[in-house]
């Protein structure tokens, strides 16, 4: 009878953990949830008129004031629509999450209408500060990312008001490293929006970042290599969105297209490497505070369905929740009013660099980019899957050796 009575309850904890595993949310539930809980303090503010009144403008642990947080607000606006602009591409529909992409595609066309009205209290005076062109930039492959629910939602006059801001930086020098990209950005944005570009700022950055190419995938930023995360944040993915708008126009930059392609695959593949078993990375370089930012490259292989073929959806998946789970969930990420905080587990000002404030920090949007593929797409249904560290770690054999790209 005890045996019985042990079996008995053995089967009743089985049968309740099926049920509160079928209770737990799906990745892709948890991933917009974590998307919407960053983006909407800064989409629903600058959609209000509050964003310079409510954002903190938190600095590191050493920094000094900066003569540019007057206007540093508008530093989230851009990145934080790069990140979640896939999501909203999918548009409305009859779902719950239908129905919450309509409330912030509104939203969002409204917070960029207010961007850029001369009378609204968050105005982004385009002289004020470089980093409109760096804002500019970030808000353009936004709008490359989602050209019907954004760009093509806006009302005319928003249109109009943005071309003008953009063709203002032209003014504004940049520097010999990826802000390059920016430039070359800007113009492919009035390019592909109806205005003219000037090309030779685009023909600079390619040529510039084709002999800044050191090998296996990486790009000096400049001449010189840095082991940072800005071949994520931006070399790759702004790199590959101007070669493809430039080879509409001028096909002889084909070869160098399909090269960045390989090199962009093979990025993402040392990127699923770096994801430890329990979902760090390495701490290293630069801007380390813009979170999983640093995995933009990753996270847009697995939405453009270019992963390549040593990592399977459900491994890569399964890798980024991971990361998001140790990062977003862990205590002190958010402060009181839910805008993100310096640090990467938590609060740690001391990481922070001297040029960075909160806005800064809303690049972390961009690991969410998957989320622009339906809940029905493989990348969502294929079974989770353990990434290679955790393979590796765990004593599997069915790990495949990795090899250095020779292009």
Not at 112 to 134: E, H, K, W
Not at 292 to 302: E, S
Not at 308 to 332: N, V, W, Y
Request: aromatic residues 12%; proline residues 5%; charged residues 25%.
């Amino acid at each position: 009878m005890k045996t019985f009575s042990i079996l008995i309850s053995l089967a009743l904890l089985a049968s309740t953990s099926c049920i509160e595993k079928k209770n737990e949310p799906s990745d892709r539930s948890y991933w917009v949830e974590k998307l919407v809980q960053m983006a909407d303090p800064v989409i629903r503010n600058l959609s209000e008129n509050t964003l310079r009144k409510n954002i903190p403008i938190e600095r590191s642990a050493t920094a000094t004031a900066s003569s540019r947080e007057f206007i540093t607000h508008m530093e989230s606006v851009g990145r934080t629509f790069a990140g979640i602009a896939p999501w909203l591409e999918l548009g409305p529909d009859n779902t719950e999450e239908g129905q919450l992409r309509a409330k912030y595609i509104k939203m969002s066309c409204k917070a960029i209408a207010n961007s850029v009205d001369p009378i609204s209290p968050d105005y982004f005076n385009s002289t004020a500060t470089r980093q409109i062109l760096v804002n500019s930039a970030f808000l353009i492959q936004g709008l490359f990312r989602a050209p019907t629910q954004l760009w093509g939602k806006l009302d005319a006059v928003t249109q109009q008001r943005l071309l003008d801001q953009w063709r203002s930086t032209r003014d504004m020098v940049p520097g010999n490293n990826n802000w390059l990209l920016f430039s070359a950005m800007v113009e492919c944005g009035l390019k592909e929006f109806g205005e003219e570009w000037n090309f030779s700022v685009v023909e600079r950055a390619l040529k510039s970042h084709k002999e800044w190419y050191k090998g296996d995938g990486l790009y000096g930023d400049g001449e010189v290599y840095h082991s940072d995360y800005y071949n994520s944040y931006v070399i790759h993915p702004m790199l590959k969105q101007v070669l493809e708008v430039t080879i509409k126009y001028y096909p002889e930059y084909e070869q160098f297209y399909q090269d960045e392609l390989i090199r962009f695959t093979r990025y993402a593949e040392t990127q699923e490497r770096m994801i430890a078993p329990d979902g760090t990375y390495p701490v290293i370089g630069r801007s380390i505070t813009y979170r999983l930012g640093a995995f933009q490259v990753l996270a847009q292989a697995a939405q453009e369905k270019i992963l390549p073929e040593t990592i399977s959806e459900g491994q890569a998946r399964t890798a980024m929740t991971a990361m998001i789970k140790r990062q977003l969930d862990f205590p002190g990420t958010y402060d009181k009013d839910g805008w993100l905080t310096i640090g990467i587990c938590g609060e740690q000002k001391e990481l922070g660099d001297s040029y960075l404030s909160t806005p800064c920090l809303y690049l972390s949007s961009l690991i969410f980019l998957p989320l622009g593929l339906p809940a029905d797409d493989s990348f969502w249904t294929t079974p989770p899957e353990d990434w290679t560290s955790k393979k590796v770690w765990s004593g599997r054999t069915n790990v495949k050796l990795d090899k250095a790209l020779r292009n």
